[in-house]
C-alpha cells in the first residue's frame, strides 16, 4: 500500500523574513520564530524529512507552503515570492521524485499573476495544483477578483487545496479573545479558529456559485472537512435562499475532497465515508505540526475497518486519479 501524503508544508527564510515585516494586522499571531525546531522541520527538505516520512508510514509527501502562505503579503512582494517557492518545490521533487510532489504557491493579491503562475507551476515546473487559503488581504476569496485563479484550475484541471488561514483580527477579538496569548491564539488557530474559517470559505465558494461556474473545479479541504460535513444537513437549508439548483450537500460529492490532516480518528473516518464516499476522501499527516511516529500514518489506515480496495483508495489511488488527469 502506497501512502501519499498532501498537507505536508515547507517554509522558506525569504518568507520568514517577509511576514515578519508585514504590518501587525497582518500577521499570524501563531507566528514562527526563526529558532523554533518546527521551522528547521519546515525548511528541510532532503534527509531529515525523508527519514520522518519513513518513521511515520509516508511514502510520498506533496509539499505546499505552510499557512498563510503569500496571501497576506503585498503584491509585488507576493509575486516574487510564489516563484522563488515554486521553483524550490520543483528542485525538490527533481532530487527526490519518488518521495516529493508539490502544490504551487500563489500570489492571490494580483489574481493575474496568481493564475499565470498556477499555468507554469503546473505545466512547466510539474506540480499538482495549488494550496489556497480564505482571505487574500483581507478579500474573501469567492470575490470575483480572485476568479481569474478558479478559471484556471479549471482549465488545467488542478486541484486547490483550501487551507487554515488565521481568522481577520475583528473575529479574533469577538470569537477566540479574553484569555492570556497563548490561548487567544491557540483558540483561534488549532483549537477551533482554524476550522470554521476555512469552513465558511468553502461554503461562500459554494454560495457565490464558483462550482456551478467552473464545474470541474476540485478543492481539497483538510481535518475531515473544515467541521462542515459534520453539519451538511442543516446547511443544505441555505440551497433555496442562496438559489442554487441543486442541494449544498452535493457540491461536496462533486467538487470536494476531504483529507484527515493527521487527525488519526476512526469515528471521523466512518462518517466521512458515510457522507461523501470513499471515492472522495485524501490522505494527509500535516507534517510538521503533527507527529505519528513509529508508523503511525500507515497503521491508521491499516487498523482502518476498509476494504482493501477502499484502503489502496484513501491511501493514494483517489489523489494518482486526480493527478493524473491534470492537464500539462
Same mark, same amino acid.
Given at each position: 500500500?502506497?501512502? #501519499?501524503?498532501?498537507?505536508?508544508?515547507?517554509?522558506?527564510?525569504?518568507?520568514?523574513?517577509?511576514? /515578519?515585516?508585514?504590518?501587525?494586522?497582518?500577521?499570524?499571531?501563531?507566528?514562527?520564530?526563526?529558532?523554533?525546531?518546527?521551522?528547521? /522541520?519546515? +525548511?528541510?527538505?532532503?534527509?531529515?524529512?525523508?527519514?520522518?516520512?519513513?518513521?511515520?508510514?509516508?511514502?510520498? =509527501?506533496?509539499?505546499?507552503?505552510?499557512?498563510?502562505?503569500?496571501?497576506?503579503?503585498?503584491?509585488?512582494?507576493?509575486?516574487?515570492?510564489?516563484?522563488?517557492?515554486?521553483?524550490?518545490?520543483?528542485?525538490?521533487?527533481? +532530487?527526490?521524485?519518488?518521495?516529493? =510532489?508539490?502544490? +504551487?504557491?500563489?500570489?492571490?493579491?494580483?489574481?493575474?499573476?496568481?493564475?499565470?503562475?498556477?499555468?507554469?507551476?503546473?505545466?512547466?515546473?510539474?506540480?499538482?495544483?495549488?494550496?489556497?487559503?480564505?482571505?487574500?488581504?483581507?478579500? %474573501?476569496?469567492?470575490?470575483?477578483?480572485?476568479?481569474?485563479?478558479?478559471?484556471?484550475?479549471?482549465?488545467?484541471? +488542478?486541484?486547490?487545496?483550501?487551507?487554515?488561514?488565521?481568522?481577520?483580527?475583528?473575529?479574533?477579538?469577538?470569537?477566540?479573545?479574553?484569555?492570556?496569548?497563548?490561548?487567544?491564539?491557540?483558540?483561534?488557530?488549532?483549537?477551533?479558529?482554524?476550522?470554521?474559517?476555512?469552513?465558511?470559505?468553502?461554503?461562500?465558494?459554494?454560495?457565490?456559485?464558483?462550482?456551478?461556474?467552473?464545474?470541474?473545479?476540485?478543492? #481539497?479541504?483538510?481535518?475531515?472537512?473544515?467541521?462542515?460535513?459534520?453539519?451538511?444537513?442543516?446547511?443544505?437549508?441555505?440551497?433555496?435562499?442562496?438559489?442554487?439548483?441543486?442541494?449544498?450537500?452535493?457540491?461536496?460529492?462533486?467538487?470536494?475532497?476531504?483529507?484527515?490532516?493527521?487527525?488519526?480518528?476512526?469515528?471521523?473516518?466512518?462518517?466521512?465515508?458515510?457522507?461523501?464516499?470513499v471515492d472522495r476522501i485524501l490522505f494527509s499527516t500535516d507534517y510538521p505540526y503533527r507527529c505519528a511516529?513509529?508508523?503511525?500514518? /500507515?497503521?491508521?489506515?491499516?487498523?482502518?475497518?476498509?476494504?482493501?480496495?477502499?484502503?489502496?483508495?484513501?491511501?493514494?489511488?483517489?489523489?494518482? /486519479?486526480? %493527478?493524473?488527469?491534470?492537464?500539462?
Open positions: 500500500m502506497k501512502t #501519499i501524503g498532501l498537507e505536508e508544508h515547507f517554509v522558506t527564510s525569504d518568507v520568514l523574513h517577509a511576514w /515578519r515585516g508585514l504590518e501587525a494586522h497582518w500577521q499570524n499571531p501563531a507566528g514562527l520564530s526563526a529558532g523554533d525546531d518546527i521551522v528547521h /522541520r519546515l +525548511a528541510e527538505l532532503d534527509e531529515e524529512r525523508l527519514a520522518a516520512m519513513e518513521d511515520t508510514g509516508l511514502d510520498v =509527501q506533496v509539499l505546499s507552503l505552510t499557512s498563510p502562505g503569500v496571501q497576506n503579503l503585498t503584491p509585488n512582494d507576493a509575486v516574487t515570492l510564489q516563484t522563488t517557492c515554486n521553483d524550490l518545490v520543483a528542485d525538490a521533487v527533481r +532530487a527526490h521524485p519518488d518521495h516529493l =510532489q508539490g502544490f +504551487a504557491t500563489l500570489a492571490t493579491s494580483d489574481p493575474i499573476k496568481a493564475a499565470s503562475e498556477l499555468e507554469r507551476a503546473v505545466t512547466t515546473l510539474g506540480l499538482n495544483g495549488a494550496m489556497i487559503f480564505p482571505r487574500g488581504r483581507g478579500r %474573501s476569496l469567492e470575490h470575483r477578483d480572485f476568479w481569474p485563479i478558479f478559471e484556471a484550475a479549471a482549465a488545467l484541471n +488542478a486541484p486547490l487545496y483550501l487551507h487554515p488561514q488565521v481568522p481577520p483580527p475583528p473575529v479574533q477579538a469577538a470569537y477566540y479573545g479574553g484569555f492570556d496569548d497563548t490561548v487567544n491564539a491557540g483558540l483561534a488557530t488549532y483549537g477551533i479558529g482554524w476550522h470554521y474559517d476555512v469552513g465558511v470559505a468553502l461554503l461562500r465558494l459554494i454560495l457565490a456559485g464558483v462550482f456551478d461556474h467552473f464545474p470541474n473545479l476540485e478543492v #481539497i479541504v483538510g481535518h475531515w472537512g473544515e467541521m462542515v460535513l459534520f453539519y451538511l444537513d442543516r446547511v443544505d437549508d441555505l440551497r433555496t435562499a442562496a438559489e442554487r439548483a441543486r442541494p449544498i450537500s452535493d457540491y461536496f460529492r462533486t467538487n470536494v475532497l476531504v483529507t484527515p490532516s493527521g487527525i488519526f480518528s476512526q469515528r471521523y473516518l466512518r462518517w466521512a465515508l458515510e457522507v461523501i464516499g511516529p513509529h508508523n503511525g500514518a /500507515r497503521r491508521f489506515l491499516e487498523e482502518a475497518d476498509l476494504s482493501d480496495v477502499e484502503r489502496e483508495k484513501i491511501a493514494s489511488g483517489n489523489w494518482n /486519479r486526480i %493527478s493524473a488527469g491534470i492537464r500539462r
